[in-house]
T-cell receptor
Framework: SQTIHQWPATLVQPVGSPLSLECTVE??????LYWYRQAAGRGLQLLFY??????ISSEVPQNLSASRPQDRQFILSSKKLLLSDSGFYLC?????????????FGAGSRLTVL | DQQVKQNSPSLSVQEGRISILNCDYT??????FLWYKKYPAEGPTFLIS?????DKNEDGRFTVFLNKSAKHLSLHIVPSQPGDSAVYFC???????????????FGKGTKLSVIP
């Protein structure tokens, strides 16, 4: 069965420090991968998605970046964090055809920027 | 422009009663709709979905109704249980977009509290 791992679960970082969140998927090949952010009162916002190795699409302008160095690995990064980067970051995957459940989410990473 | 709207940020319901969560959308190209349930500090989990060719889909205590003409869908939970207390996200997609990826558009969520 497919599983998705996301880490770290919790992170507290000072403003201006770098960020690296990692996500890996097991049990499937060539998944579509996504990074979402849940900010307070703002629902789930799609940040990046990837349909293959090295292919990254950005949905919103920001100081974050994403990379997909391997088929089942998706990394969210920043060189210098801002206070506004605080939030709950969710990795997700999907495969076409997917059946009823389009996206499967990881457990999330809580980032607090101080 | 918010294409998927959940206008009620919160809802409180007595245990055993019906919970009705509402969702409206503006994009007529959406043809597949999903509900996700999210507990604090966890990722959302899939609950139930409905295709635009249907107007109702039922799974146990959960039923989703779709009114395409009104661009409205609702999730009914009967009977409501304390374990149903969570944030519920409505999501929509255009399945034939050909973009090569599933890009769900989410609402802001409704926090359901089921009171024992």
């Amino acid at each position: 069965s497919q599983t998705i791992h996301q880490w770290p679960a919790t992170l507290v970082q000072p403003v201006g420090s770098p960020l690296s969140l990692e996500c890996t998927v097991e049990g499937t090949s060539n998944p579509n991968l996504y990074w979402y952010r849940q900010a307070a009162g703002r629902g789930l916002q799609l940040l990046f998605y990837s349909v293959g190795i090295g292919q990254i699409s950005s949905e919103v302008p920001q100081n974050l970046s994403a990379s997909r160095p391997q088929d089942r690995q998706f990394i969210l990064s920043s060189k210098k964090l801002l206070l506004s980067d605080s939030g709950f970051y969710l990795c997700a995957w999907s495969v076409r055809p997917s059946g009823a459940n389009v996206l499967t989410f990881g457990a999330g990473s809580r980032l607090t920027v101080l | 422009d918010q294409q998927v709207k959940q206008n009620s940020p919160s809802l409180s319901v007595q245990e055993g009663r019906i919970s009705i969560l509402n969702c409206d959308y503006t994009n007529s190209m959406f043809d597949y709709f999903l509900w996700y349930k999210k507990y604090p500090a966890e990722g959302p989990t899939f609950l139930i979905s409905i295709s635009s060719i249907k107007d109702k889909n039922e799974d146990g205590r959960f039923t989703v109704f779709l009114n395409k003409s009104a661009k409205h869908l609702s999730l009914h939970i009967v009977p409501s249980q304390p374990g149903d207390s969570a944030v519920y996200f409505c999501a929509a997609i255009t399945s034939y977009s050909g973009a090569g990826s599933y890009q769900l558009t989410f609402g802001k969520g409704t926090k359901l509290s089921v009171i024992p």
